[in-house]
């Protein structure tokens, strides 16, 4: 089942028309034609376009856009155009534009300069929505609809009073009284207590340390600010035309977000993602950050919303992507579940902040090596198209808490390099480098079919989610929790007794101390080198697997396990740099094996159809010829080839194996 009426796999890009004459627009269709091109974004930045005033609007060209891609076959994304709001409503509304937290309002001329909370915001973008949805809703071009653009890329927060007023009516929504709210802040600490709600602000800059439950909640006020901002457009379109999919774009493991709530809010999911060709691993993180965005809806296919050609316009040194790689990380979406391959964006724009940016359609034209790319990856793709629709299946599930990964870095902690993505990489790598399978699961999901339960940090634990972990444990789960777990209450409250608190009696274990480690050294264990992170630990009622070796812990519990039920949890008390020897005893005990016959630097995934057909991606990352063996019969769907046994792959080769 395909993500829109389009069918197959969608590819194209953002369509920025407004930036060109009308006459360039016949050959863009006939080029988009040649490559093979079936969906296009539109309107993602055309506010000032369809709306050139208060009381006027100008549709008339895009009718005419919609009409002329919709003749030539190509279906439409629509944006509702919402994340850059145009001058004339900034000038009329000045208040609008967002504070920092030091006070200082920031000015139009960039992108998303609107305050979240902004009433005058958000009834502008809910009439420039529901112009679109009553004027388009019927189109035959229309597939989708695209809300706003990439929410939080630059204005995650807003410090105005607006927003102010807005938190306060949060925070009265939480905890219903002062009362209620000083004891979860803990404001008998330093003379913080209220008298009042109305007496509270943002956490804006102050002399020293902001109360830290106070500055959780406003990262929990934050992310539902912009998710409301986003929910009044969406109940516009489900209103108006409620039959066509609505997304917005991801930014994959974005922390200002909590993606696992925005989520609810989405037809399906849909990611931005940009690895650095400079980064020699940069496929391992594209990975993680896909296997997130198939997760968000419980293995549903997504769609890899934006992605660049080649080069971005925005890091310091923009590295282009060398021949083949854009076609790699591309089938790297798709082996991770994507149901479609588009970009920014389809033409190479002559003016403006991202003049330089890589295009599908450079700025040389047809003559260019990327053009050559873009047509020959469109024609790959079609004859992928009957991937669309089949999924993955993973054994192994790594927990993810938005609210516990913004608690745990919090200000004032024992070592500030402790870092959610720093904490999670070495797991996810080794998992990567195994050829198996990740899904990420929040607290309380479902756990049914994951053999190993990964949570290599929970600092934010509740009662129930302990008793969610101690309940995949007693019914024959393989747990493992990496250290600085347990630790705090969802009010960011230390939990008494020791840590890791709730855990302490499935883990068998009593952290008596933190024990960082200083940038630039390590901590032996028989696992291997701890760098950032150690604790003393006391096994209680565990059994100790590896002890440290070296330094003021040598002899020290390292790693622990406790039988418990059916199941066993671990507890992995300091950071491994490489994670490998403390996860290969774990895969063995939940009888989970890693991908036979795939050599190093080969990504291998497997999707599957209801109708039992599979799809097994084969991608090499390295820049030499390699053989991958034990694999399947079979076809080969990029090149029409008969499998069987063994498959040599050059250099950035993938090949994609249809089998029964």
């Not at 891609?69 to 509304?93: K, Q």
């Not at 650095?276 to 419980?298: E, F, G, H, T």
């Not at 989970?592 to 630097?601: F, R, S, T, Y």
């Amino acid at each position: 089942m395909s993500l829109t009426r389009v069918g197959g796999l969608l590819y194209g890009g953002d369509y920025n028309p407004d930036q060109w004459p009308e006459e360039v627009w016949a050959e863009d269709v006939k080029l988009m034609g040649e490559a093979g091109v079936n969906t296009v974004t539109v309107g993602v930045f055309s506010w000032a376009r369809l709306q050139p005033g208060p009381e006027g609007w100008d549709f008339g060209w895009f009718d005419r856009l919609l009409d002329l891609l919709h003749a030539h076959g190509i279906a439409v994304d629509l944006a509702t155009a919402t994340a850059s709001p145009p001058a004339w409503l900034v000038r009329a509304h000045p208040e609008i534009l967002p504070v920092t937290a030091d006070g200082v309002r920031l000015e139009f001329g960039s992108r998303q300069h609107y305050c979240p909370s902004s009433p005058v915001y958000r009834a502008a973008a809910v009439r420039l929505t529901r112009a679109l949805a009553e004027r388009y809703g019927d189109h035959p071009a229309l597939a989708l609809w695209h809300i706003h653009n990439e929410y939080g890329d630059h204005v995650t927060e807003c410090f105005c009073p607006e927003s102010a007023a807005a938190f306060r009516r949060w925070l009265t929504d939480r905890y219903g009284t002062v009362e209620a709210l000083n004891h979860a802040w803990g404001t008998a600490f330093w003379s913080q207590r209220y008298g009042a709600l109305a007496e509270i602000e943002p956490p804006r800059t102050a002399p020293g340390p902001v109360n830290p439950t106070q500055t959780l909640d406003w990262r929990r006020f934050c992310s539902d600010e912009l998710l409301a901002c986003h929910r009044a457009e969406k109940a516009v379109l489900d209103e108006v035309i409620p039959d066509i999919p609505v997304t917005t774009n991801f930014m994959s493991m974005f922390k200002a977000l909590d993606y696992w709530t925005w989520a609810e809010h989405e037809d399906f999911v849909s990611d931005d993602a940009y690895p650095d060709p400079a980064d020699p691993r940069a496929q391992v993180n594209a990975a993680l950050n896909y296997d997130l965005m198939r997760s968000l809806k419980r293995g549903r296919p997504w769609l890899l919303l934006e992605q660049a050609p080649s080069a971005v316009s925005w890091r310091e040194v923009n590295v282009p992507k060398r021949p083949g790689l854009h076609r790699l990380w591309s089938l790297q979406a798709l082996a991770r579940g994507a149901d479609g391959i588009m970009y920014f964006q389809w033409r190479a724009s002559r003016a403006g902040a991202e003049k330089f940016h890589s295009a599908m359609l450079p700025h040389r034209g047809t003559d260019s090596r990327g053009w050559r790319e873009t047509v020959r990856f469109g024609a790959e793709l079609r004859r992928l198209a009957e991937v669309a629709g089949s999924r993955l299946r993973a054994r192994v599930g790594i927990v993810l808490d938005w609210e516990s990964w913004w608690a745990l870095e919090l200000d004032d902690h024992p070592s500030a390099r402790m870092r959610w993505p720093r904490l999670l990489r070495p797991w996810y790598e080794a998992l990567h480098e195994r050829g198996i399978t990740v899904d990420f699961v929040r607290p309380g999901a479902p756990l049914d079919g994951y053999r190993l339960l990964l949570a290599p940090n929970l600092y934010l634990v509740t009662g129930a989610t302990a008793d969610w972990l101690r309940s995949y444990v007693e019914g024959g789960g393989v747990l493992a929790a990496g250290g600085f777990s347990g630790i705090a209450d969802a009010d960011d409250h230390v939990h008494p007794g020791g840590h890791p608190g709730p855990l302490r009696d499935l883990l068998g274990v009593v952290v008596d101390e933190h024990w960082p480690i200083p940038d630039g050294e390590h901590t032996g264990t028989e696992l291997g080198d701890a760098t950032v992170w150690s604790e003393w630990l006391e096994a209680t009622d565990a059994q100790v697997k590896a002890s440290y070796t070296g330094g003021e812990l040598a002899g020290q519990p390292a790693v622990t396990r406790r039988a418990h039920g059916a199941g066993s949890a671990w507890y992995v008390s300091c950071h491994l740099a490489d994670a490998g020897p403390a996860l290969d005893p774990l895969l063995a005990e939940a009888g989970i094996a890693a991908a036979p016959g795939v050599p190093p630097g080969v990504e291998r995934t497997l999707r599957s159809g209801a109708d039992g057909t599979s799809y097994l991606f084969l991608l090499n990352h390295t820049a030499e010829e390699t053989v991958v063996r034990r694999l399947p019969a079979g076809t080969d769907l990029l090149t029409g080839a008969e499998v069987a046994g063994e498959l040599r792959l050059g250099p950035l080769g993938a090949a994609v194996v249809r089998t029964r």
